[in-house]
């Protein structure tokens, strides 16, 4: 089945620009999710299909998707945006969705 | 706007079956696929699989031989049952739904605990 890989963890300062990848063999052939997850919380998409940003999703999210990394960018981080990230794919050949391990993103 | 709840029991012995169910209110299951996923203490996410209105389902292979999905469409509930249990399917377990045709997740339940322990 299609791996996907994630660094563990991220840290910037506020105002700074996050960025969160996702990695995996041709990715920017797949259609990539992400989502951001508090402790305790169910998971809260933020960007669908590589760089849609769904309503009510701040302009400071955006995201990309080529070659074997999909990335997911923060302008202007804020405090609140400390969570978990989860990027997701749906692996077309076996109809399976996977999700990567995840990164934690800390804001300094 | 559709809303998601989990139930079952938050407590189930190794080698026995976990069984939850997931409520849908606000919506129809027609039209869906209705999925479940669960995250370990401390660790990442995990698509078990999902099952479409019409009883189709897919899991993860990993977990395949263990897994059964059904809906009930009476009741506007589906179901996961995962047989039998270790102390490593101990997770916060998620239902969630997608659209047909799409490949994300927009509605999520809150999430319900599951310790597996004798």
């Known amino acids: 089945s299609f791996v996907v890989t994630q660094t563990p963890s991220v840290s910037v300062a506020p105002g700074d620009t996050a960025t969160i990848t996702c990695g995996g063999n041709n990715i920017g052939s797949k259609n990539v999710h992400w989502y951001q997850q508090e402790p305790g919380q169910a998971p809260v998409l933020v960007i669908y299909y590589d760089s849609g940003r769904p309503s009510g999703i701040p302009e400071r999210f955006s995201g990309s998707n080529s070659g074997n990394t999909a990335t997911l960018t923060i302008n202007r981080v804020e405090a609140g945006d400390e969570a978990d990230y989860y990027c997701?794919?749906?692996?077309?050949?076996?109809?399976?969705?996977?999700f990567g391990g995840g990164t934690k993103l800390t804001v300094l | 706007q559709v809303q998601l709840q989990e139930s079952g029991p938050g407590l189930v012995r190794p080698s026995e079956t976990l069984s939850l169910t997931c409520t849908v209110s606000g919506g129809s299951l027609r039209s869906y696929y209705w999925s479940w996923i669960r995250q370990p203490p401390g660790k990442g996410l995990e698509w078990i699989g999902d099952?479409?209105?019409?009883?189709?389902?897919k899991s993860t292979p990993s977990l395949k031989s263990r897994v059964t999905m059904s809906v009930d469409m009476s009741v506007n509930q589906f179901s996961l049952k995962l047989s039998p249990v270790t102390a490593a399917d101990t997770a916060l377990y998620f239902c969630?739904?997608?659209?047909?045709?799409?490949?994300?997740?927009?509605?999520w339940g809150q999430g319900t605990l599951v310790i597996v322990s004798a």
């Open positions: 997701q794919v749906w692996d077309s050949s076996t109809d399976l969705g996977v």
């Open positions: 099952v479409h209105y019409t009883g189709s389902a």
């Open positions: 969630a739904r997608r659209s047909g045709g799409e490949s994300y997740y927009r509605d």
